[in-house]
């Protein structure tokens, strides 16, 4: 099954991350997977546009199947593997609701990070203000506080007592969130979900290879 799908992957970037977590998450390890430089450009390379047409990652190949947006990738293989290795999906409708809407939301969540630590690359030098970056940390921290409360109200996991899809798609975000300086002190639930998730073996086993060879991080977030 896995040798039947390719993975075109970078280092740090939280969409192909979550297509990582998700196979592992399904026992589908083994699949023919090939690490790409974003530095050098190489998710425009022919080899990544043969497979999507955008020159983006992660690109994603099973048989004939192509799917390369993360949601739709982690949605693919839960329903094509689902009686294979660990439920993503709650059996409970509440559960499903809240799933999906925290997956959706993760989104908002990941743009708002996105503004803050890409400021200086989404926006040419001429046209920086601090006043502006000053106004999407706040967007930020204003989000932030919306997922203290989710995880203050429903516990260890995004969408009820068991990990899901929500967690699969939500959580690299929050890694690098902590991964660029967000205080643990200053979100406490954050912390706490990002500390026991990291030890969970899928996420272990597909931690961005940079990272564990530089594991300091940046301070980017270390105001907000």
Same mark, same amino acid.
């Given at each position: 099954m896995a040798q039947d799908m390719t993975l075109l992957w970078g280092s740090g970037s939280c969409p192909c991350w979550r297509v990582m977590i998700l196979l592992e998450e399904k026992n589908l390890q083994g699949y023919n997977h090939k690490l790409l430089s974003f530095d050098k450009k190489e998710h425009k390379s022919q080899e990544v546009l043969d497979i999507n047409p955008r020159g983006q990652l992660p690109s994603f190949k099973h048989g004939d199947n192509v799917v390369n947006d993360s949601y739709a990738a982690c949605f693919y293989l839960e329903s094509q593997f689902k009686s294979q290795g660990n439920q993503l999906i709650p059996d409970s409708?509440?559960?499903?609701?809240?799933?999906?809407?925290?997956? @959706?939301?993760?989104?908002? /969540?990941?743009?708002?990070?996105?503004?803050?630590?890409?400021?200086?690359? @989404?926006?040419?030098?001429?046209?920086?203000?601090?006043?502006?970056?000053?106004?999407?940390?706040?967007?930020?921290?204003?989000?932030?506080?919306?997922?203290?409360?989710?995880?203050?109200?429903?516990?260890?996991?995004? *969408?009820?007592?068991? @990990? #899901?899809? *929500?967690?699969?798609?939500? @959580?690299?975000?929050?890694?690098? /969130?902590?991964?660029?300086?967000?205080?643990?002190? #200053?979100?406490?639930? /954050?912390?706490?979900?990002?500390? /026991?998730?990291?030890?969970?073996?899928?996420?272990?086993? #597909?931690?961005?290879?940079?990272?564990?060879?530089?594991?300091?991080?940046?301070?980017?977030?270390?105001?907000?």
């Amino acid at each position: 099954m896995a040798q039947d799908m390719t993975l075109l992957w970078g280092s740090g970037s939280c969409p192909c991350w979550r297509v990582m977590i998700l196979l592992e998450e399904k026992n589908l390890q083994g699949y023919n997977h090939k690490l790409l430089s974003f530095d050098k450009k190489e998710h425009k390379s022919q080899e990544v546009l043969d497979i999507n047409p955008r020159g983006q990652l992660p690109s994603f190949k099973h048989g004939d199947n192509v799917v390369n947006d993360s949601y739709a990738a982690c949605f693919y293989l839960e329903s094509q593997f689902k009686s294979q290795g660990n439920q993503l999906i709650p059996d409970s409708p509440a559960e499903q609701a809240l799933m999906y809407q925290r997956m @959706f939301e993760g989104l908002t /969540l990941y743009e708002k990070l996105n503004a803050v630590i890409y400021y200086d690359w @989404f926006v040419p030098e001429g046209e920086r203000h601090d006043s502006a970056l000053k106004r999407n940390k706040e967007a930020l921290a204003t989000e932030l506080k919306l997922w203290e409360g989710y995880l203050q109200k429903h516990g260890k996991h995004l *969408a009820g007592r068991s @990990f #899901s899809l *929500a967690d699969v798609t939500v @959580f690299p975000t929050v890694a690098t /969130l902590f991964r660029m300086g967000l205080s643990a002190e #200053s979100y406490p639930q /954050l912390g706490q979900y990002h500390a /026991l998730l990291k030890e969970r073996p899928g996420i272990k086993r #597909s931690w961005p290879p940079h990272w564990l060879e530089n594991p300091k991080g940046q301070d980017a977030l270390k105001d907000i």
